[in-house]
């Protein structure tokens, strides 16, 4: 099932939550709602399940407008940050929970809710603990419980509210995978919040960037990163080296780095700031290059595969990071207090 | 191998500085017991003395005197229908105020707290001015011939109000730990409200709620002052328990008063006995909603 939204806007009291918020997301894809706390995209994920209601706009399922159909009625499984388990009730009861609670027309007999949890309790790896109760569970045990107790009511909608928030690092990394592989095999609409770049990166099809309750930038996990199309997007995702200058007519001067900036042919002498990632700065052990400049290593870090360098500009004196591979780094052998000279392979100017 | 120091050092230990010189402690701890022992012990104990005193036939008279029956029955009837009364009525407060946002909300929390904090004497003379004869609505009820004040329905109206709070306080504070989390995921899959109050909320709050209604009942069975008001000490007819052993004491009959009100007194112990049990299962339900919550860190909207 396809979902769109529509215009939405949320306020709480003076706090604008959403702002004419306008997505797709289309049958199939897993997508991921990313933005730092307090960004909206919990509100968000609850205006789409129908647990909130906005102020302005719709939401609409394969076309039709959800605005009359409460949570109950719109069948989307929810997955709660803190599980939301029943506590009193067995791996086995909760997840049997959608199935026997349904009118008595369309319940299942006692055989088939059996069977079909039987297959969830198998496809979540939990089939030996069906009997445990949740209190009796490891923290991703319950994430996966919930995930079977939202799908055994075949949601047409996938939603997830920080599914992974709770965890420690470890399993948060295995459950995420887990979670792409079982998308794979459902392929059914999910979409998921979190304020975790490397995670969104990871899983989603798509990415949707949002902070202060606006979309910053919505594309696939390869286009947001390597063409953020904004400062907080440049920002948010993974480390980036910022540059502070100004722009006039088409060129720019960001910290010791001179580029042209054709997209501001219009600026006169705007202040405007450069980001440069820190595998796009190229580091040399000689001046050959004449748009390179003198930078000193301030100190090397070894991040296993990866090396970073704290260099400043001998001009400014600006810090800047670079990071290269280990072999890159041996090729350069450059030690803390030596001049090397630094290139910005790929700089975005942002007036 | 374990040695003893070994076992010491396990626990938490205080340092030397933080405790007292083994007198002060014994001096402190004898004090407290002998405070328990003269103003909790000593009193229960003679109650059950006072009420054997005249030997057992004395006892075994004085409560199944007609009266003393009339009143036990009385007492009963009331808890019948002011416990499930305000049980129902403490669930949907605690429910509302909980898990909705809307105006007026802390109104209704003072509101809730009215009964604790008025006087009971003064909760009996609001009835006494509402239905008494010459109150708001005593000719009306004088013209239909109802009997409210002096009468049995005075007296469960009365216990009504005093004993409103006690199940929607108990209850307010471990539901809003609790969320609406639990209540959102079963309406997501396909619940109805009754379904899910039934499957999901009641589970939650058992405990505590039957610690608030085991709390409404023993107010119920035993409060005086609001139902002494109004009821008039007719005997036989509008004496609860406890207005009948104020009568037996005013008329000097010392045992029977003391027989009577040792069955208030076992009430008690029973209340007490069943309290600790339900507390302790209703504080393990609070602390999992605690930690619940505190695990995560904040929850976003």
């Known amino acids: 099932m396809s979902i769109e939204v529509r215009n939405i806007t949320k306020r709480f009291g003076d706090f604008a939550a959403l702002r004419d918020i306008n997505l797709q997301f289309s049958t199939g894809e897993l997508v991921a709602l990313l933005g730092p706390s307090g960004c909206g995209k919990t509100t968000l994920l609850r205006i789409i399940a129908g647990l909130e209601f906005p102020e302005t706009g719709d939401v609409l399922f394969d076309g039709k407008s959800a605005a009359e159909r409460t949570v109950r009625q719109r069948r989307v499984g929810f997955v709660f940050q803190h599980y939301a388990l029943f506590r009193h009730m067995s791996v086995f009861e909760n997840v049997a929970f959608g199935l026997r609670v349904r009118p008595r027309k369309f319940r299942p007999s006692n055989a088939e809710i059996r069977d079909k949890v039987n297959t969830l309790l198998k496809l979540i790896q939990m089939e030996h603990l069906a009997r445990h109760y949740p209190a009796q569970l490891s923290g991703g045990q319950r994430q996966r419980v919930a995930l079977a107790r939202a799908l055994a009511v075949e949601p047409s909608v996938l939603l997830l509210d920080e599914p992974f928030g709770a965890l420690d690092a470890k399993v948060r990394l295995e459950l995420r995978r887990w979670l792409r592989r079982l998308h794979d095999e459902l392929h059914v609409t999910s979409v998921f919040v979190t304020h975790d770049q490397e995670e969104a990166l990871e899983v989603a099809d798509r990415v949707v960037l949002m902070n202060a309750g606006r979309v910053e930038q919505v594309g696939t996990p390869e286009e947001v990163y390597d063409n953020p199309a904004t400062p907080f997007v440049y920002t948010f995702l993974g480390h980036v080296n910022i540059f502070r200058g100004r722009v006039h007519r088409g060129h720019a001067q960001v910290g010791a780095v001179e580029i042209d900036a054709p997209e501001y042919t219009d600026a006169d002498n705007a202040p405007a700031v450069g980001y440069v990632r820190p595998h796009d700065v190229e580091v040399f052990r000689e001046a050959g290059d004449p748009l390179a400049i003198p930078a000193r290593v301030v100190r090397v870090q070894m991040l296993g595969p990866l090396v970073r360098l704290e260099l400043a500009t001998l001009s400014g004196g600006d810090p800047l990071e670079a990071q290269l591979t280990r072999k890159g780094f041996q090729e350069l052998n450059a030690r803390p207090g030596e001049t090397v000279y630094v290139k910005m392979a790929n700089m975005r100017v942002f007036i | ?301």
């Open chain 2, 1 to 301: 191998m374990s040695t003893i120091e070994d076992i010491s050092s396990r626990g938490p230990r205080l340092s030397k500085a933080a405790t007292e010189p083994a007198l002060v402690r014994w001096a402190l701890t004898a004090l407290a017991v002998a405070f328990l022992a003269v103003f909790l012990i000593v009193p229960l104990a003679a109650v059950f003395i006072e009420a054997f005193d005249k030997g057992v036939s004395v006892y075994i008279a004085a409560i199944t005197d007609p009266m003393a029956l009339a009143a036990i029955r009385l007492t009963l009837l009331t808890a019948v229908i002011a416990v499930p009364v305000n049980t129902v009525f403490g669930v949907l407060a605690a429910w509302a105020i909980t898990k909705f946002d809307f105006r007026g909300k802390s109104v209704l929390l003072a509101l809730i707290d009215l009964p604790f904090s008025v006087s009971p004497v003064i909760s009996g003379l609001i009835f006494i001015l509402l239905f008494g004869a010459s109150g708001f609505f005593g000719p009306f009820l004088a013209a239909h011939d109802i009997k409210i004040i002096f009468a049995v329905p005075g007296i469960v109206i009365a216990t009504l109000f005093v004993t409103f709070p006690f199940v929607a306080r108990e209850l307010i504070p471990l539901m809003d730990a609790q969320g609406s989390d639990d209540e959102q995921a079963a309406l997501a899959l396909g619940a109805g409200g009754f379904q899910t109050f039934i499957r999901v909320t009641l589970p939650n709050i058992k405990w505590g709620l039957l610690y608030g209604v085991i709390l409404c009942n023993a107010r119920a069975m035993g409060e005086f002052g609001a139902v002494s008001v109004v009821s008039g000490h007719i005997r036989g007819l509008t004496n609860t328990v406890p207005l009948h052993v104020e009568i037996l004491y005013n008329e000097y009959n010392f045992a029977a008063a003391f027989a009577v009100a040792s069955l208030l007194t076992f009430l008690a112990l029973v209340t007490l006995v069943a309290k600790a049990i339900v507390e302790r299962k209703a504080r393990a339900a609070m602390r999992a909603a605690a930690s619940r919550r505190t695990s995560g860190g904040p929850h976003e909207h």
